[in-house]
């Protein structure tokens, strides 16, 4: 990712980006793949392997199909919803970004219900992880509406004071 200011973004219509109702699809059906998925292998495996391999078992599945296979192509719950990710720049999102972005979720300092209620007031729609790493939730349609420069800003969450970029889209006149 370039420095702020060297490299335009690109930015949206608000139309494109993915509401606080799809959002909830999307975590909704994860959730429960990944539910669904660790859960049985769990079991199969609780019975010869220790816990705390178990755990990091669950770990790595999950970091497979969120953050990996999220990174690749789409995971089900954005296939339903219709969604992707992108980056400020438009690409897709390496796998070191899922997983800072799962690991968000996962590590703090940001628990699921603040992060999706933070969509509400947003007026890109984007949730503090998205804040934080640098990504879009957008439609599978969206197309980049313009060029705009990346500008460094600062929230104050917590007594934490996080760096975020963000694309400034021209204002209406």
């Known amino acids: 990712m370039p420095p702020p200011g060297e490299a335009p973004g690109v930015w949206y219509r608000r139309r494109d980006y993915v509401g606080f109702y799809r959002r909830l699809l999307i975590v909704g059906v994860d959730s429960l793949v990944v539910f669904m998925v660790c859960v049985p292998c769990g079991s199969l495996a609780a019975l010869e392997i220790l816990p705390g391999v ?44 899922m997983s800072f972005r799962l690991a968000l979720w996962c590590f703090g300092p940001f628990n699921p219900h603040i992060d999706l209620a933070w969509v509400l007031g947003d007026p890109q729609w984007r949730s503090l992880r998205d804040k934080m790493a640098g990504t879009y939730v957008i439609s599978r349609e969206a197309r980049p509406a313009g060029l705009g420069p990346t500008r460094l800003y600062y929230l104050l969450f917590l007594g934490f004071h996080l760096p975020y970029l963000e694309v400034s889209a021209p204002q209406p006149r």
């Open 54 to 97: 178990l755990t990091l078992m669950w770990f790595m599945l999950a970091w497979g199909y969120l953050g990996v296979l999220g990174a690749h192509s789409a995971t089900l719950g954005y296939l339903i919803a219709n969604a992707r990710i992108v980056t400020l720049y438009g690409e897709r999102p390496s796998v070191w970004r």
